[in-house]
């Protein structure tokens, strides 16, 4: 198929924005656990207290936004359309995941602490005040 036509230099400009940023993100956001939450994202070493500082002061996911921004950052540069699909498997598998087991576990581990959480800040998407 050969190599992307130039127009699509801006296009693989913005992707390498979107790593780079995406690995800011989930550095700053891995540090938070650390610090913050006394713990880290692992499910084998969980945050003992609620982690609400930071990026998660505006969404309650940003490793995990992160990571799929990622993902098109990479499709951009790359120019290789299959990883719409990838994209595609890794929101379901996330979105899946949050809804289905960490959520549950974070109201069971923080109550109505988190339940006030959940009721400030979006989950993918930062709330207009």
């Known amino acids: 198929m050969g190599r992307p036509l130039g127009y699509l230099f801006p296009l693989r400009l913005a992707g390498i ?7 800011a993100v989930l550095v700053h956001a ?3 656990f650390v610090v913050e939450g006394l713990g880290t994202p692992a499910p084998a070493a969980p945050p003992e207290r609620l982690v609400v500082g930071g990026l998660y002061r505006y969404v309650r996911n940003p490793m995990y936004v992160a990571s799929v921004a990622a993902i098109v950052g990479q499709l951009l540069v790359l120019w290789r359309l299959d990883l ?6 890794v ?8 809804h289905l087991y960490e ?7 923080f109550g109505s602490q988190y339940a006030e959480y959940q ?3 979006g989950r993918w998407f930062p709330r207009l005040r």
């Open 17 to 23: 924005a979107l790593v780079v940023a995406s690995g």
């Open 30 to 32: 891995f540090a938070r």
């Open 84 to 89: 719409i699909w990838y994209t595609i498997a």
């Open 91 to 98: 929101t379901v598998v996330v979105v899946l995941f949050v």
């Open 103 to 109: 959520e549950p576990r974070l109201r069971a581990q």
């Open 119 to 121: 009721r400030r800040v």
